[in-house]
C-alpha cells in the first residue's frame, strides 16, 4: 500500500507543471546528452561543446600566434563582442582574463588603459577574423577611438 | 578506470581527515549523519591544505601536495584511538535498515543524484565568477606551482573574482593535479554527502515516504540543483552554513559546549567560502542569546556562548581578507571602497527587500528558479500558524535560520551594493532552502501525520 502511495505522490509531483519542465528539460534532457558525451571525451571538445564559439573563435586567434610562435609575448587588442556581431560572426568575446584561461594569450579590452601597449589586434574583414600587428599608432588610436563607442558585455 | 580510482582515493582520504576533525570536535553522531558529515569536514580540510602551502610558500608539485594531503590527514587524527573506539561503539548500536517503499524515492534521487556527478566530471567549470577568478588562479597555479601566478599580468580591470576564496582554488588545484583536467568532481562529494546527510535528517523526524518525497522536493529545486554540477562558492557555502545551524540547534537542545564550538567552525568553514557569512553569523548571534536567557536567566553569560559561536568566523574574515588578500596576494583589495555610502539612509534597504520578494520568490520568475518549493514551506508554515498555533523547539530554530537568510541577504545587499538581487542574491537564497526543508521535517503537522502513518504501518 505504502509502496504504492511512494508511486502516487512521485508521479503527481512530477505532474506539476515547474516539476514536470524541470524533469523534461533538464534530467531527462542531460541523460539524453550523456548519449553522446560519452563518446566526446577529449578535453577540447569538452571545452568547444560548453562554451561554444567563445572558446573556438578565442583558440582560433591564439593559434595565429602559436603558429608564428611569438604567443608569450603578445599582447593582443580584441574588439568587443559587439563589433563582431555588426560583422556577422556570433562571438561573444571572453574577458582577458578568461580569453588568458582558455589559450594563455593576453588580451585587452579597448578601453583598458593598457590597450596603448597592445602589439598586434583583431579585426573582421569580409566576415573573416583577421589579426593584424599594430606598425602606424595613428592609425591604431582611431581604431581605438572607433571600438570604444562598442559596449563592452561580459 | 584510473580516474574512478583517482576520485575514490582522494574521497576516502577526505573522510579519515574530516573523522579525524569530527573526532577532534568529540562530536558523536549515528553512522548514517556521521559518515556524511566526515566527508564535509575532509572536503572542508583539504580546501584549507593548498592554502596552507601556498602561505609556506610549498610549490604546488604532485608531490608536495599528496604529501601535504596525507600529512593534514595524520595531523587531525591526533585522537584515532579515541576515534576509532566511538566508531565500533557507535556502529556495535546500530543497524542499516531499508524499507520496500523507499526503493522509489531512493531510485528517483540516485538517477536526480548520479546525472549531476556525471555532469560535474565531464563539463569544464562554467560560471564567469569562476573561470575569470579562481579556475584560471588554479589552472595556472598547477602549471606554474603557485597561486602567484602569470594571471597577474593580465589585464584585470573589471575583475574581482581572483580576490574570491581559495576555497574553491584549492579544491581545483588538488584535482587539476589528480588528473581530473576539470577539478569541480569534489562538488559531487559534497553534493552527494550532503543529500544522505538530510535525507537522514528528515527519516528522523517524519515517515520516510514523506522524506523521500521532501528531499525529491528539495532536489528539484531547478536553480541550486544546477549549481550542483556547476562550481561556484553558494552551493558549498548553503551546505556549511545549514550544517552551522544544524549543530546549533543541537546546542540549543542539549546545551552540550562542543556543538556550539563546531556550529561555530561550521559557521567559519562557510565564512571562508562567501565572507558576507560573517554579517549572517552575527545575525545568528541573537537566537544563541535568547537561549543563554531562557537557560541562565542572566545576560552577561549570553556573551560567552555568542564570542564561540563568532570567533571562527571572524578570525577566518580577518586572516583570509587582510593577511591573504592584502598582504600576500600582489593585488590590493579595499573591501571598504565597495561599502555602500549613506548607510543611515534606508529607502535602499527597503527597495532590495521588496525587489527580493517580487522578483525573486512570489513571481513567476522565482518558480521557474525554485519550483515551488518556496510556497510548498509557506503554505505548511500557514497551515501550522493558523491551525495548530504552536512550533516545535528544533522547528522554531530551523525557522529562525530561515528568517535570518530573509532578512539577511537584503541587509548584506544594502550594505555591499556589489551583492546584486539578479545573481549574488538568487544564489545566496540556496541557503535558505535546506533550512526550510528541516523546518518541514520538524512541523507538528507533518509529524502529527507521520506518527499516525507509522502507528498504522505497525498495526
Known amino acids: 500500500m505504502l509502496l504504492v502511495l511512494g508511486v502516487a505522490l512521485i508521479t503527481g509531483f512530477f505532474l506539476l507543471p515547474p516539476n514536470s519542465a524541470w524533469l523534461k528539460d533538464r534530467i531527462v534532457a542531460y541523460y539524453r546528452d550523456f548519449g553522446w558525451q560519452k563518446n566526446k571525451m577529449g578535453i577540447e571538445q569538452r571545452m568547444a561543446n560548453r562554451f561554444l564559439g567563445s572558446?573556438?573563435?578565442?583558440?582560433?586567434?591564439?593559434?595565429?600566434?602559436?603558429?608564428?610562435?611569438?604567443?608569450?609575448?603578445?599582447?593582443?587588442?580584441?574588439?568587443?563582442?559587439?563589433?563582431?556581431?555588426?560583422?556577422?560572426?556570433?562571438?561573444?568575446?571572453?574577458?582577458?582574463?578568461?580569453?588568458?584561461?582558455?589559450?594563455?594569450?593576453?588580451?585587452?579590452?579597448?578601453?583598458?588603459?593598457?590597450?596603448?601597449?597592445?602589439h598586434w589586434y583583431v579585426h573582421v574583414t569580409n566576415r573573416k577574423i583577421m589579426i593584424d600587428s599594430i606598425t602606424n599608432r595613428a592609425a591604431y588610436s582611431d581604431t581605438l577611438k572607433a571600438l570604444n563607442k562598442f559596449n563592452i558585455r561580459l | 578506470m584510473s580516474v574512478f580510482c583517482v576520485v575514490a582515493l582522494i574521497t576516502i582520504l577526505q573522510g579519515i581527515a574530516g573523522f579525524g576533525v569530527a573526532t577532534l570536535c568529540n562530536i558523536k553522531l549515528a553512522p548514517r549523519f556521521f559518515v556524511p558529515l566526515c566527508f564535509l569536514l575532509g572536503v572542508a580540510v583539504f580546501s584549507l591544505v593548498p592554502l596552507c602551502m601556498q602561505l609556506l610558500f610549498v610549490p604546488f608539485t604532485f608531490f608536495n601536495t599528496a604529501l601535504a594531503l596525507l600529512l593534514a590527514?595524520?595531523?587531525?587524527?591526533?585522537?584515532?584511538?579515541?576515534?576509532?573506539?566511538?566508531?565500533?561503539?557507535?556502529?556495535?548500536?546500530?543497524?542499516?535498515?531499508?524499507?520496500?517503499?523507499?526503493l522509489p524515492f531512493l531510485l528517483v534521487i540516485t538517477a536526480i543524484v548520479l546525472i549531476s556527478v556525471w555532469r560535474c566530471f565531464y563539463l569544464p567549470p562554467t560560471p564567469r565568477d569562476i573561470t575569470s577568478g579562481t579556475e584560471v588562479m588554479a589552472e595556472y597555479a598547477v602549471?606554474?606551482?603557485?597561486?602567484?601566478?602569470?594571471?597577474?599580468?593580465?589585464?584585470?580591470?573589471?575583475?574581482?573574482?581572483?580576490?574570491?576564496?581559495?576555497?574553491?582554488?584549492?579544491?581545483?588545484?588538488?584535482?587539476?593535479?589528480?588528473?581530473?583536467?576539470?577539478?569541480?568532481?569534489?562538488?559531487?562529494?559534497?553534493?552527494?554527502?550532503?543529500?544522505?546527510?538530510?535525507?537522514?535528517?528528515?527519516?528522523?523526524?517524519?515517515?520516510?515516504?514523506?522524506?523521500?518525497l521532501l528531499v525529491i522536493a528539495f532536489l528539484a529545486v531547478p536553480e541550486m540543483y544546477g549549481y550542483t554540477f556547476m562550481v561556484l562558492f553558494d552551493y558549498s557555502n548553503a551546505v556549511f552554513f545549514f550544517l552551522s545551524f544544524y549543530f546549533l540547534a543541537m546546542y540549543f537542545e542539549d546545551r552540550q559546549a562542543k556543538h556550539l564550538l563546531f556550529a561555530g567552525v561550521l559557521m567559519g568553514m562557510a565564512t571562508y567560502i562567501r565572507s558576507e557569512t560573517l554579517l549572517l553569523a552575527l545575525l545568528t548571534a541573537p537566537a544563541i542569546l535568547l537561549n543563554q536567557l531562557k537557560n541562565a536567566k542572566k545576560w552577561v553569560g549570553g556573551v560567552k556562548p555568542i564570542l564561540v559561536f563568532l570567533a571562527p568566523s571572524g578570525f577566518i574574515y580577518l586572516f583570509f581578507m587582510n593577511v591573504f588578500i592584502n598582504h600576500y596576494m600582489p593585488a590590493q583589495y579595499n573591501v571598504g571602497a565597495l561599502v555602500r555610502q549613506h548607510l543611515y539612509n534606508v529607502r535602499p534597504l527597503l527597495n532590495i527587500f521588496l525587489q527580493v520578494n517580487s522578483q525573486l520568490i512570489f513571481s513567476g520568475d522565482g518558480v521557474g528558479l525554485y519550483g515551488w518549493f518556496i510556497f510548498l514551506f509557506c503554505a505548511l508554515?500557514?497551515?501550522?500558524?493558523?491551525?495548530?498555533?504552536?512550533?516545535?523547539?528544533?522547528?522554531?530554530?530551523?525557522?529562525?535560520?530561515?528568517?535570518?537568510?530573509?532578512?539577511?541577504?537584503?541587509?548584506?545587499?544594502?550594505i555591499l551594493p556589489i551583492f546584486d538581487v539578479e545573481n549574488t542574491t538568487k544564489r545566496g537564497l540556496f541557503k535558505i532552502f535546506p533550512l526550510m526543508?528541516?523546518?518541514?521535517?520538524?512541523?507538528?503537522l507533518l509529524t502529527g501525520i507521520s506518527r499516525r502513518l507509522t502507528a498504522w504501518e505497525n498495526k
Open chain 1, 55 to 118: 572558446y573556438t573563435y578565442s583558440k582560433q586567434i591564439s593559434s595565429f600566434f602559436e603558429q608564428k610562435k611569438i604567443k608569450p609575448i603578445a599582447t593582443v587588442l580584441v574588439p568587443p563582442t559587439d563589433y563582431f556581431t555588426l560583422h556577422g560572426i556570433d562571438y561573444h568575446v571572453p574577458e582577458p582574463l578568461v580569453f588568458y584561461y582558455y589559450t594563455g594569450l593576453h588580451t585587452v579590452w579597448p578601453n583598458s588603459p593598457y590597450a596603448q601597449n597592445a
Open chain 2, 381 to 414: 508554515f500557514l497551515a501550522e500558524l493558523l491551525f495548530v498555533r504552536k512550533f516545535t523547539p528544533n522547528a522554531r530554530n530551523f525557522l529562525f535560520g530561515v528568517l535570518v537568510i530573509y532578512i539577511g541577504l537584503p541587509i548584506i545587499g544594502f
Open chain 2, 73 to 102: 590527514c595524520v595531523l587531525v587524527n591526533v585522537k584515532l584511538k579515541t576515534g576509532i573506539n566511538h566508531v565500533n561503539t557507535m556502529f556495535s548500536g546500530s543497524r542499516f535498515t531499508m524499507r520496500l517503499y523507499e
Open chain 2, 143 to 212: 602549471k606554474e606551482k603557485t597561486m602567484i601566478n602569470s594571471i597577474f599580468t593580465v589585464d584585470l580591470q573589471r575583475n574581482n573574482n581572483h580576490y574570491k576564496s581559495s576555497f574553491v582554488t584549492g579544491l581545483q588545484i588538488i584535482y587539476k593535479l589528480a588528473g581530473l583536467p576539470f577539478g569541480q568532481v569534489w562538488l559531487s562529494v559534497i553534493f552527494i554527502s550532503f543529500i544522505v546527510f538530510l535525507y537522514h535528517a528528515v527519516c528522523a523526524t517524519l515517515h520516510r515516504v514523506f522524506a523521500g
Open chain 2, 437 to 444: 526543508l528541516l523546518y518541514m521535517a520538524n512541523s507538528s
